[in-house]
C-alpha cells in the first residue's frame, strides 16, 4: 500500500514536472537570494530589523560615499569625499562641501542632483518623518546652500564627527517621494526610485521580491547579473535544501556551522564568516535585587564581592564554548569596544581556570556544600548558610543563546555554584522601566544577552555606564542596569563625548573597556560572526562586517 | 449490585484486550511510563554535556546519538517523555473537568443556563485555535506572576483552555438524552438533590464516551505541545520534551537528522497507542461490536 | 431557511463581539508591544521611540484605543500595520486566496480521500482491509505535521530525484516557478508536498470517522429492510447507508476547521506558502498588533460563515430538518 503510494506520488512529480517545472527561461541571468523573513519596508531609515537592509542595499541605499569591506569611508556618488586636505571640510571643520559625480540619474531617468541631497537633509532631520535609524547628525546641520546642481555645502552647528557616515546610506529623490512628514505612506518605500544598480520590479507579499538591472546605473556595463530575486524562505532545512539543488545562490544567516555545510554542499556551494556586530556578555546585577530598590545603594548579597565575580569568569570555558559548542562561529570577545574604529584589544584577566575559580570562592567565603552547590560561611554580604544560587536571565527563541546558557550552567556546576536559566519573551528582558522589565527595575543576578553596533558609540555606552543612568523611578530610562558606580568611567565618558579628536575618543573607551575588565561589571564572552552561503558559481562578491548581503551586488557575475 | 458492577467492568476489560492492537499498545504506552520514571538509571544525566563530543551518530554508545552539546539523546528523550506525558495527561484532565462540568450543567438544567454556556462554548469553537495558543501563551508567560513563568504549566492551562469545548459539547448531549430516561426521572420523583442525580446515577453512565473522548484529546494535547514548542512557544529550555529537543534540531536536520528523528518519533509512537487504546475502548463500551475473530 | 440564516448571522454578532473584546486586551495588555525591537537597537534614541509610541496613539488608555479600533473595523477598515506601515485590509487580501487554496485543495483530497475509505472499510468491519485501513490512517493521524512536512522535504526534494533530468520531484519554496506565475499546473506542482502534509491527518480522521458513522447507520431499519428488499449492494451502501453517514460528517467538518487553519500554519511556514498563517506567525513575533488582531478577527469570521454554510448544507441533505 505505502509502496503503491509512493509510486504515484512520484509518476505524478514526473507528470507534473515534465510539463510544469525545468527550464527558467526568462531571458537573462538571474541569481536567486534566500532571506528568512519578509522586509517590511525598503526605506533603510525607517527599518528596525537587519532583514530590510539586506534586500535595500540592492537598490536604494547607493549614497555619496559608502564604507568599504575594510571599514574606510569611500567616495560612490560623491566625486571624493570631503576633507581638510580637499578643502571639502573646513579648518573649524563645521563646513562640509560635497560634490556630486557629473551625469548621475535616478534610476527612473531623472538627473540627481544636489537639490536632492538638500532634500534628503531635510526629512532626516524632520522629527515628524518617523525615521528611526541614521537620523543623528542630521539636527546638527544648520543651513544648506546648493550654489549649483552637483555642488551642496552644508554648515554645522557644532563639529559632528560622523558627518561622512551619514550619507553613506542612500539619498532620497525629491521628484519621487512626497512629504517629508508623510514618509511612512511614501509609496517609494515599497517601489523606491535609486541610484542603486537595481529596481524593484515585482514584490509578492511572503513570497518573493525581484529587482531587475536599473538601466541609469552610474557605472558603465554593471550590474553584470540581469536580475535578483529575495525568496523569503523562513524553513532552515528548506533554505538549505534549496542550496543543494541550485536552486538559489545565495543564502542569508544559514543555521548550519561552515564545516558541517562546506561538507553538505562540497562542490555548491561554501559559507563565509566575516565578523559580525552581536557582542555575547553576561551582566551581572551589582545591587540587591528583588529588594524594591532600584538604585545601586545595597549590594548584591551574592555578587555584589567581587571575587565571585571574578570566580564565575574564571570557571566559564571560552574555549570550549567558541569552538565545540559554537563551532568557530564566533570569535573571542573581552570588552564593549569589539570593532570600528575605537575598537580596543585587551586582553582577558581571568581566562578558564577552575582552581582559580575554586581558590576565589573559597576566599570569598563560600564553602562546598552537601550537594554541590556552595553555601556561605563568612562572605562578605551574605548571611551565612545562603546558597550560591543565581538566576540567569535571558530571552526565548535564539539558539546560540540557549546553547551558551547551558553550557554556563554546566561550568558554574563544576565549581559549586548554581544558575537557574529563566527565559523571558524578547518584550519582556528588553522592556522598559514601566512594563517591570526586571533589568529596569534591579530585579535580576545574571543577565545574558548580545548586544549590537553603533557607528557612533557614545550614546549608547554612555547609558550603559555612567552612574547617572542608574535607573530609578525618577530616572526610567537610564540604562545602566549593572548599578555600576565607577567615577574614572564617568569621567572617560564624558572626555570622550566632548572631544573630536578621534584618537583621544578612543583613548576614552578603552580606559571604560578595561575598568568593565577590572571592575567586572559583565563578562564578555564572544562576538558573533555573519555568515552567508554563496554558490561556488558565482563570483565578484565580497562580504563585508559593514555592509549586508546585496552590498556590491553590481560586480557580481557567474563563472 | 456490586457484583454487576465487578462483571460489568470485567466485560469491557475483555472486551477492550479482544481488540489486540489495543493491547499492545496498553503495552507499548506502559513501557513508555516505566522507562520515563525510571529515567535516573540511565548512564547519562540529561544535562551532563560533553561538548566535544557533539553530533555523534546513534552507535552503541549513544542510542540515539547525541546533540549540538554532547549530550545523551536517549536520556534525554527519556525525561522528555516525562514532561509530555504529564503535559498530555494533566492538560486532558483539565479540558475533561470543565467539559463535564458546563456540560453536565447545560445538558441537565437545560433553559436560560444552557444558551449561555453554549454560546460561550460556540464562541470558543470559533477562535482560530492554533492562533489563540500562541497569543495566550505569550500573553501569560508575560504577566511576570511567578508560577506562569513555569512554561510547563502555562502550556497545560493553554491547551486545556482551549479544547474543554469538546468534552462539554458531548456531556451535554449525553446528558440531554440521559435525563429523560426513567430511572432519572423516578430519582427525581423521588426527591434526589440535583447535584446527586448528576454525580451519582447519570454521569456513571457518561464514563464510556468520556474516556474515548478523552483518549482522543489527549493524544492532540502530545501534539499541540509539540508544535507549540516547535514554533518556539510551548516548554522552554532547559527542560526537556520531544517538542523543544524537536526545535533545536531545525537547523541541524542534515547535520544529524537523528536529533529530529527520533523525537518525532516519540511523538508518533505514543500518539498511535493512545489512538489504538481510544479504538479499543470505543469497541469495549460499544454494544454492537461483534468481533470477527 | 434563509430566515434561519439571517438568524444565525445575527446570533453570530455577539460572538464575534466577545472574541473581540477578549483578543484586543489579550494583545495589547502585554507589556513591550510592537516596538520592542526597536528599544533593543542601540542606534534608535529612547526618545525617537517615545515620539513614535505618541505617534501611533500606544499610550492611550486600552478602552479608547479599543474603541477606535472597534469602530474602524465596523467601517471595514482593519487599521494599517505598524512595521508594514500598509493597511491591514490590503495585506490580509494578498494572503487569503492562498491559504483558501491550499485549505481548499487539501479539504477536497481528504474528502476524495476518506469517503472511499470510510465506506469500503464500513463494508467489511474487521476484515484484512479494515484493518490495515486503520493501521494506515493511525499512522496518519499519529505524525505530527511539522516533522511529516520535514520528511517530504527530505525524501522527495532532496534524496530522490528524477532519474532523467536529475532534478527533485517536488518543489520546496512558494507558489509558482521563477517566472512562471499564473501556470496552473505549475501550481499544481507546488502545491503537491503541502496539500500532502495537511491533508494526511485529515483523511484519517474523517475515514475513521464515516467508517463508525456508516456501521451506526447500517444497524438502522431502513437499511435492513432496503437489503431485505434485495436492494445491490452499492445501492444499499452508497445510495441509503453513506447519505445517512454523512450528515454527522458536515457538522464536524464545520467544527474542525479551526483545527484545519492551524495545520495550514505549520504547514505555510516550512513550504514558504505565503498564507494567512505565515502572516500571523511574522506579525507574532514582531508585535504588529493590527496585522494579529485583523487575521484572527478575519480567520474567525471565515470560520463563522463556513459554519453556517455547513449547517445549511445539512439541511440540504437532510430534509427531515426543519428550520423553524
Same mark, same amino acid.
Given at each position: 500500500?505505502?509502496?503503491?503510494?509512493?509510486?504515484?506520488?512520484?509518476?505524478?512529480?514526473?507528470?507534473?514536472?515534465?510539463?510544469?517545472? *525545468?527550464?527558467?527561461?526568462?531571458?537573462?541571468?538571474?541569481?536567486?537570494?534566500?532571506?528568512?523573513?519578509?522586509?517590511?519596508?525598503?526605506?533603510?531609515?525607517?527599518?528596525?530589523?537587519?532583514?530590510?537592509?539586506?534586500?535595500?542595499?540592492?537598490?536604494?541605499?547607493?549614497?555619496?560615499?559608502?564604507?568599504?569591506?575594510? @571599514?574606510?569611508?569611500?567616495?560612490?556618488?560623491?566625486?571624493?569625499?570631503?576633507?581638510?586636505?580637499?578643502? +571639502?571640510?573646513?579648518?573649524?571643520?563645521?563646513?562640509?562641501?560635497?560634490?556630486?559625480?557629473?551625469?548621475?540619474?535616478?534610476?527612473?531617468?531623472?538627473?540627481?542632483?544636489?537639490?536632492?541631497?538638500?532634500?534628503?537633509?531635510?526629512?532626516?532631520?524632520?522629527? *515628524?518623518?518617523?525615521?528611526?535609524?541614521?537620523?543623528?547628525?542630521?539636527?546638527?546641520?544648520?543651513?544648506?546652500?546648493?550654489?549649483?546642481?552637483?555642488?551642496?555645502?552644508?554648515?554645522?552647528?557644532?563639529?559632528?564627527?560622523?558627518?561622512?557616515?551619514?550619507?553613506?546610506?542612500?539619498?532620497?529623490?525629491?521628484?519621487?517621494?512626497?512629504?517629508?512628514?508623510?514618509?511612512?505612506?511614501?509609496?517609494?518605500?515599497?517601489?523606491?526610485?535609486?541610484?542603486?544598480?537595481?529596481?524593484?520590479?515585482?514584490?509578492?507579499?511572503?513570497?518573493?521580491?525581484?529587482?531587475?538591472?536599473?538601466?541609469?546605473?552610474?557605472?558603465?556595463?554593471?550590474?553584470?547579473?540581469?536580475?535578483?530575486?529575495?525568496?523569503?524562505?523562513?524553513?532552515?532545512?528548506?533554505?538549505?535544501? $534549496? $542550496?543543494?539543488?541550485?536552486?538559489?545562490?545565495?543564502?542569508?544567516?544559514?543555521?548550519?556551522?561552515?564545516?558541517?555545510?562546506?561538507?553538505?554542499?562540497?562542490?555548491?556551494?561554501?559559507?563565509?564568516?566575516?565578523? @559580525?556586530?552581536?557582542? $555575547?556578555?553576561?551582566?551581572?546585577?551589582?545591587?540587591?535585587?528583588?529588594?524594591?530598590?532600584?538604585?545601586?545603594?545595597?549590594?548584591?548579597?551574592?555578587?555584589?564581592?567581587?571575587?565571585?565575580?571574578?570566580?564565575?569568569?574564571?570557571?566559564?570555558?571560552?574555549?570550549?564554548?567558541?569552538?565545540?559548542?559554537?563551532?568557530?562561529?564566533?570569535?573571542?570577545?573581552?570588552?564593549?569596544?569589539?570593532?570600528?574604529?575605537?575598537?580596543?584589544?585587551?586582553?582577558?584577566?581571568?581566562?578558564?581556570?577552575?582552581?582559580?575559580?575554586?581558590?576565589?570562592?573559597?576566599?570569598? @567565603?563560600?564553602?562546598?556544600?552537601?550537594?554541590?552547590?556552595?553555601?556561605?560561611?563568612?562572605?562578605?554580604?551574605?548571611?551565612?548558610?545562603?546558597?550560591?544560587?543565581?538566576?540567569?536571565?535571558?530571552?526565548?527563541?535564539?539558539?546560540?543563546?540557549?546553547?551558551?546558557?547551558?553550557?554556563?550552567?554546566?561550568?558554574?556546576?563544576?565549581?559549586?555554584?548554581?544558575?537557574?536559566?529563566?527565559?523571558?519573551?524578547?518584550?519582556?528582558?528588553?522592556?522598559?522601566?514601566?512594563?517591570?522589565?526586571?533589568?529596569?527595575?534591579?530585579?535580576?543576578? $545574571?543577565?545574558?544577552?548580545?548586544?549590537?553596533?553603533?557607528?557612533?558609540?557614545? +550614546?549608547?555606552?554612555?547609558?550603559?555606564?555612567?552612574?547617572?543612568?542608574?535607573?530609578?523611578?525618577?530616572?526610567?530610562?537610564?540604562?545602566?542596569?549593572?548599578?555600576?558606580?565607577?567615577?574614572?568611567?564617568?569621567?572617560?565618558?564624558?572626555?570622550?563625548?566632548?572631544?573630536?579628536?578621534?584618537?583621544?575618543?578612543?583613548?576614552?573607551?578603552?580606559?571604560?573597556?578595561?575598568?568593565?575588565?577590572?571592575?567586572?561589571?559583565?563578562?564578555?564572552?564572544?562576538?558573533?560572526?555573519?555568515?552567508?552561503?554563496?554558490?561556488?558559481?558565482?563570483?565578484?562578491?565580497?562580504?563585508?562586517?559593514?555592509?549586508?548581503?546585496?552590498?556590491?551586488?553590481?560586480?557580481?557575475?557567474?563563472? | 449490585?456490586?457484583?454487576?458492577?465487578?462483571?460489568?467492568?470485567?466485560?469491557?476489560?475483555?472486551?477492550?484486550?479482544?481488540?489486540?492492537?489495543?493491547?499492545?499498545?496498553?503495552?507499548?504506552? &506502559?513501557?513508555?511510563?516505566?522507562?520515563?520514571?525510571? &529515567?535516573? %538509571?540511565?548512564?547519562?544525566?540529561?544535562?551532563?554535556?560533553?561538548?566535544?563530543?557533539? #553530533?555523534?551518530?546513534?552507535?552503541?554508545?549513544?542510542?540515539?546519538?547525541?546533540?549540538?552539546?554532547?549530550?545523551?539523546?536517549?536520556?534525554?528523550?527519556?525525561?522528555?517523555?516525562?514532561?509530555?506525558?504529564?503535559?498530555?495527561?494533566?492538560?486532558?484532565?483539565?479540558?475533561?473537568?470543565?467539559?463535564?462540568?458546563?456540560?453536565?450543567?447545560?445538558?441537565?438544567?437545560?433553559?436560560?443556563?444552557?444558551?449561555?454556556?453554549?454560546?460561550?462554548?460556540?464562541?470558543?469553537?470559533?477562535?482560530?485555535?492554533?492562533?489563540?495558543?500562541?497569543?495566550?501563551?505569550?500573553?501569560?508567560?508575560?504577566?511576570?506572576?511567578?508560577?506562569?513563568?513555569?512554561?510547563?504549566?502555562?502550556?497545560?492551562?493553554?491547551?486545556?483552555?482551549?479544547?474543554?469545548?469538546?468534552?462539554?459539547?458531548? %456531556?451535554?448531549?449525553?446528558?440531554?438524552?440521559?435525563?429523560?430516561?426513567? #430511572?432519572?426521572? &423516578?430519582?427525581?420523583?423521588?426527591?434526589?438533590?440535583?447535584?446527586?442525580?448528576?454525580?451519582?446515577?447519570?454521569?456513571?453512565?457518561?464514563?464510556?464516551?468520556?474516556?474515548?473522548?478523552?483518549?482522543?484529546?489527549?493524544?492532540?494535547?502530545?501534539?499541540?505541545?509539540?508544535?507549540?514548542?516547535?514554533?518556539?512557544?510551548?516548554?522552554?529550555?532547559?527542560?526537556?520534551?520531544?517538542?523543544?529537543?524537536?526545535?533545536?534540531?531545525?537547523?541541524?536536520?542534515?547535520?544529524?537528522?537523528?536529533?529530529? #528523528?527520533?523525537?518525532?518519533?516519540?511523538?508518533?509512537?505514543?500518539?498511535?497507542?493512545?489512538?489504538?487504546?481510544?479504538?479499543?475502548?470505543?469497541?469495549? #463500551?460499544?454494544?454492537?461490536?461483534?468481533?470477527?475473530? | 431557511?434563509?430566515?434561519?440564516?439571517?438568524?444565525?448571522?445575527?446570533?453570530?454578532? =455577539?460572538?464575534?463581539?466577545?472574541?473581540?473584546?477578549?483578543?484586543?486586551?489579550?494583545?495589547?495588555?502585554?507589556?513591550?508591544? =510592537?516596538?520592542?525591537?526597536?528599544?533593543?537597537?542601540?542606534?534608535?534614541?529612547?526618545?525617537?521611540?517615545?515620539?513614535?509610541?505618541?505617534?501611533?496613539?500606544?499610550?492611550?488608555?486600552?478602552?479608547?484605543?479599543?474603541?477606535?479600533?472597534?469602530?474602524?473595523?465596523?467601517?471595514?477598515?482593519?487599521?494599517?500595520?505598524?512595521?508594514?506601515?500598509?493597511?491591514?485590509?490590503?495585506?490580509?487580501?494578498?494572503?487569503?486566496?492562498?491559504?483558501?487554496?491550499?485549505?481548499?485543495?487539501?479539504?477536497?483530497?481528504?474528502?476524495?480521500?476518506?469517503? =472511499?475509505?470510510?465506506?469500503?472499510?464500513?463494508?467489511?468491519?474487521?476484515?484484512?482491509?479494515?484493518?490495515?485501513?486503520?493501521?494506515?490512517?493511525?499512522?496518519?493521524?499519529?505524525?505530527?505535521?511539522?516533522?511529516?512536512?520535514?520528511?517530504?522535504?527530505?525524501?522527495?526534494?532532496?534524496?530522490?530525484?528524477?532519474?532523467?533530468?536529475?532534478?527533485?520531484?517536488?518543489?520546496?519554496?512558494?507558489?509558482?516557478?521563477?517566472?512562471?506565475?499564473?501556470? !496552473?499546473?505549475?501550481?499544481?506542482?507546488?502545491?503537491?508536498?503541502?496539500?500532502?502534509?495537511?491533508?494526511?491527518?485529515?483523511?484519517?480522521?474523517?475515514?475513521?470517522?464515516?467508517?463508525?458513522?456508516?456501521?451506526?447507520?447500517?444497524?438502522?431499519?431502513? !437499511?435492513?429492510?432496503?437489503?431485505?428488499?434485495?436492494?445491490?449492494?452499492?445501492?444499499?451502501?452508497?445510495?441509503?447507508?453513506?447519505?445517512?453517514?454523512?450528515?454527522?460528517?458536515?457538522?464536524?467538518?464545520?467544527?474542525?476547521?479551526?483545527?484545519?487553519?492551524?495545520?495550514?500554519?505549520?504547514?505555510?511556514?516550512?513550504?514558504?506558502?505565503?498564507?494567512?498563517?505565515?502572516?500571523?506567525?511574522?506579525?507574532?513575533?514582531?508585535?504588529?498588533?493590527?496585522?494579529?488582531?485583523?487575521?484572527?478577527?478575519?480567520?474567525?469570521?471565515?470560520?463563522?460563515?463556513?459554519?453556517?454554510?455547513?449547517?445549511?448544507?445539512?439541511?440540504?441533505?437532510?430534509?427531515?430538518?426543519?428550520?423553524?
Amino acid at each position: 500500500m505505502k509502496l503503491k503510494l509512493l509510486t504515484l506520488f512520484v509518476v505524478l512529480g514526473l507528470i507534473l514536472s515534465a510539463c510544469g517545472g *525545468g527550464a527558467q527561461s526568462s531571458g537573462g541571468q538571474t541569481v536567486t537570494l534566500i532571506i528568512p523573513e519578509e522586509p517590511t519596508t525598503l526605506n533603510f531609515f525607517m527599518a528596525d530589523a537587519a532583514i530590510v537592509r539586506q534586500v535595500a542595499e540592492a537598490t536604494a541605499m547607493t549614497g555619496l560615499a559608502t564604507i568599504d569591506e575594510n @571599514g574606510n569611508y569611500v567616495p560612490v556618488l560623491a566625486q571624493e569625499l570631503p576633507t581638510l586636505e580637499n578643502g +571639502g571640510l573646513s579648518d573649524d571643520y563645521q563646513t562640509v562641501t560635497w560634490k556630486l559625480k557629473e551625469g548621475l540619474k535616478w534610476s527612473d531617468g531623472e538627473a540627481i542632483t544636489s537639490d536632492d541631497v538638500r532634500f534628503t537633509v531635510e526629512v532626516l532631520s524632520n522629527p *515628524g518623518s518617523g525615521a528611526l535609524v541614521g537620523t543623528s547628525g542630521f539636527d546638527a546641520i544648520k543651513s544648506i546652500e546648493t550654489p549649483d546642481d552637483l555642488t551642496t555645502v552644508l554648515t554645522y552647528s557644532e563639529p559632528y564627527p560622523g558627518y561622512l557616515d551619514q550619507f553613506a546610506y542612500g539619498l532620497y529623490p525629491r521628484h519621487a517621494t512626497g512629504e517629508p512628514s508623510d514618509m511612512a505612506n511614501w509609496e517609494w518605500n515599497r517601489n523606491p526610485v535609486g541610484a542603486g544598480p537595481f529596481v524593484v520590479s515585482a514584490w509578492t507579499s511572503g513570497e518573493s521580491i525581484t529587482l531587475t538591472k536599473n538601466p541609469n546605473y552610474y557605472e558603465e556595463g554593471k550590474p553584470y547579473i540581469d536580475s535578483l530575486v529575495f525568496r523569503i524562505v523562513p524553513e532552515p532545512a528548506a533554505q538549505t535544501a $534549496m $542550496m543543494l539543488n541550485g536552486e538559489a545562490q545565495f543564502q542569508l544567516w544559514p543555521g548550519e556551522f561552515k564545516a558541517d555545510y562546506d561538507k553538505l554542499l562540497k562542490g555548491k556551494a561554501t559559507q563565509h564568516l566575516i565578523p @559580525g556586530i552581536w557582542n $555575547m556578555a553576561i551582566d551581572f546585577n551589582l545591587s540587591a535585587p528583588f529588594d524594591g530598590d532600584p538604585t545601586a545603594e545595597t549590594p548584591h548579597p551574592i555578587l555584589g564581592d567581587i571575587r565571585v565575580r571574578q570566580a564565575i569568569a574564571s570557571a566559564i570555558n571560552y574555549q570550549s564554548l567558541q569552538q565545540d559548542v559554537l563551532k568557530g562561529s564566533v570569535t573571542d570577545s573581552t570588552n564593549p569596544f569589539a570593532y570600528g574604529w575605537y575598537q580596543c584589544d585587551l586582553p582577558r584577566k581571568f581566562g578558564y581556570d577552575v582552581d582559580k575559580a575554586n581558590q576565589l570562592l573559597e576566599e570569598a @567565603g563560600w564553602v562546598m556544600g552537601d550537594d554541590g552547590i556552595r553555601v556561605a560561611k563568612g562572605a562578605m554580604y551574605a548571611e551565612d548558610g545562603t546558597r550560591l544560587s543565581l538566576e540567569l536571565q535571558g530571552y526565548t527563541a535564539f539558539d546560540p543563546l540557549q546553547l551558551t546558557e547551558e553550557f554556563i550552567v554546566e561550568n558554574l556546576k563544576a565549581v559549586g555554584v548554581e544558575a537557574r536559566i529563566q527565559n523571558y519573551d524578547f518584550s519582556i528582558i528588553f522592556g522598559t522601566y514601566e512594563d517591570n522589565s526586571p533589568r529596569a527595575i534591579g530585579d535580576y543576578d $545574571m543577565l545574558i544577552f548580545d548586544r549590537g553596533f553603533t557607528t557612533e558609540p557614545q +550614546g549608547y555606552n554612555f547609558d550603559a555606564y555612567h552612574s547617572s543612568r542608574i535607573p530609578t523611578a525618577e530616572n526610567p530610562t537610564g540604562g545602566n542596569y549593572f548599578r555600576w558606580v565607577n567615577p574614572e568611567v564617568d569621567k572617560a565618558l564624558e572626555v570622550a563625548g566632548s572631544n573630536f579628536d578621534i584618537q583621544t575618543r578612543k583613548d576614552a573607551y578603552c580606559t571604560v573597556g578595561q575598568a568593565v575588565i577590572d571592575d567586572m561589571p559583565q563578562v564578555y564572552l564572544y562576538l558573533f560572526q555573519d555568515n552567508y552561503g554563496v554558490a561556488d558559481n558565482l563570483e565578484g562578491y565580497v562580504l563585508s562586517t559593514w555592509g549586508s548581503m546585496s552590498w556590491g551586488a553590481q560586480n557580481w557575475k557567474y563563472k | 449490585m456490586i457484583e454487576r458492577e465487578q462483571s460489568m467492568g470485567w466485560l469491557i476489560t475483555r472486551r477492550f484486550f479482544k481488540h489486540k492492537l489495543a493491547g499492545i499498545a496498553i503495552g507499548v504506552l &506502559a513501557i513508555l511510563v516505566f522507562a520515563s520514571a525510571l &529515567a535516573f %538509571v540511565a548512564p547519562y544525566s540529561p544535562t551532563d554535556q560533553e561538548p566535544t563530543n557533539s #553530533f555523534q551518530k546513534p552507535g552503541i554508545q549513544h542510542w540515539f546519538g547525541t546533540d549540538e552539546l554532547g549530550r545523551d539523546i536517549f536520556t534525554r528523550i527519556l525525561y522528555g517523555s516525562r514532561v509530555s506525558l504529564t503535559v498530555g495527561l494533566l492538560s486532558t484532565f483539565l479540558s475533561i473537568a470543565v467539559g463535564v462540568i458546563v456540560g453536565a450543567l447545560s445538558g441537565y438544567f437545560g433553559g436560560w443556563i444552557d444558551t449561555i454556556l453554549m454560546r460561550i462554548t460556540d464562541a470558543f469553537l470559533t477562535l482560530p485555535t492554533i492562533f489563540v495558543l500562541i497569543l495566550l501563551a505569550g500573553f501569560l508567560r508575560e504577566q511576570q506572576v511567578p508560577w506562569l513563568q513555569n512554561s510547563v504549566l502555562v502550556v497545560i492551562i493553554i491547551i486545556a483552555a482551549l479544547s474543554w469545548m469538546w468534552p462539554a459539547r458531548l %456531556v451535554r448531549g449525553l446528558f440531554l438524552v440521559l435525563r429523560e430516561r426513567e #430511572f432519572i426521572t &423516578a430519582t427525581r420523583a423521588l426527591g434526589g438533590s440535583h447535584l446527586r442525580i448528576i454525580v451519582q446515577h447519570i454521569l456513571p453512565n457518561c464514563i464510556g464516551p468520556i474516556l474515548v473522548s478523552g483518549t482522543l484529546q489527549m493524544a492532540s494535547a502530545i501534539i499541540t505541545e509539540s508544535g507549540l514548542s516547535y514554533l518556539g512557544f510551548g516548554v522552554q529550555p532547559p527542560t526537556p520534551t520531544w517538542g523543544s529537543i524537536l526545535s533545536t534540531a531545525q537547523n541541524q536536520v542534515f547535520r544529524a537528522p537523528w536529533i529530529a #528523528f527520533y523525537p518525532g518519533l516519540m511523538i508518533f509512537i505514543t500518539v498511535m497507542a493512545i489512538n489504538y487504546i481510544g479504538d479499543g475502548l470505543r469497541d469495549a #463500551f460499544d454494544p454492537y461490536v461483534i468481533h470477527a475473530d | 431557511m434563509r430566515t434561519y440564516a439571517l438568524r444565525r448571522i445575527a446570533q453570530s454578532i =455577539p460572538i464575534l463581539f466577545i472574541i473581540s473584546v477578549m483578543l484586543f486586551f489579550m494583545v495589547r495588555s502585554a507589556p513591550g508591544g =510592537p516596538l520592542t525591537a526597536a528599544r533593543r537597537n542601540p542606534n534608535i534614541s529612547k526618545e525617537q521611540i517615545q515620539a513614535l509610541e505618541e505617534k501611533l496613539g500606544l499610550n492611550d488608555p486600552l478602552p479608547v484605543q479599543y474603541g477606535r479600533w472597534l469602530h474602524d473595523m465596523l467601517s471595514g477598515n482593519l487599521g494599517d500595520s505598524i512595521k508594514f506601515h500598509r493597511p491591514v485590509n490590503e495585506m490580509i487580501a494578498e494572503r487569503i486566496p492562498n491559504t483558501l487554496l491550499l485549505v481548499g485543495i487539501s479539504f477536497l483530497v481528504t474528502l476524495i480521500a476518506a469517503i =472511499p475509505i470510510g465506506v469500503w472499510s464500513a463494508r467489511k468491519p474487521y476484515s484484512k482491509f479494515d484493518y490495515s485501513m486503520t493501521t494506515v490512517t493511525f499512522i496518519g493521524q499519529s505524525i505530527p505535521v511539522y516533522w511529516l512536512g520535514l520528511g517530504l522535504i527530505i525524501i522527495f526534494y532532496v534524496t530522490i530525484k528524477n532519474p532523467v533530468t536529475g532534478n527533485p520531484f517536488f518543489p520546496v519554496g512558494g507558489m509558482n516557478t521563477q517566472g512562471r506565475s499564473g501556470d !496552473v499546473l505549475d501550481l499544481l506542482w507546488h502545491l503537491a508536498l503541502p496539500v500532502t502534509a495537511l491533508s494526511l491527518g485529515w483523511i484519517a480522521w474523517y475515514s475513521r470517522f464515516l467508517r463508525s458513522s456508516m456501521l451506526d447507520v447500517l444497524h438502522e431499519d431502513y !437499511v435492513r429492510t432496503a437489503r431485505a428488499k434485495g436492494a445491490a449492494d452499492n445501492v444499499v451502501y452508497y445510495k441509503h447507508a453513506l447519505r445517512n453517514a454523512i450528515l454527522p460528517l458536515v457538522t464536524l467538518i464545520a467544527l474542525d476547521l479551526p483545527s484545519l487553519f492551524a495545520g495550514a500554519l505549520f504547514v505555510e511556514t516550512i513550504f514558504s506558502w505565503p498564507g494567512m498563517g505565515r502572516l500571523f506567525w511574522d506579525a507574532a513575533k514582531g508585535r504588529d498588533y493590527p496585522v494579529l488582531l485583523g487575521v484572527v478577527m478575519i480567520t474567525a469570521v471565515l470560520i463563522i460563515v463556513c459554519n453556517i454554510l455547513a449547517d445549511l448544507a445539512y439541511g440540504w441533505l437532510n430534509p427531515q430538518v426543519k428550520y423553524d
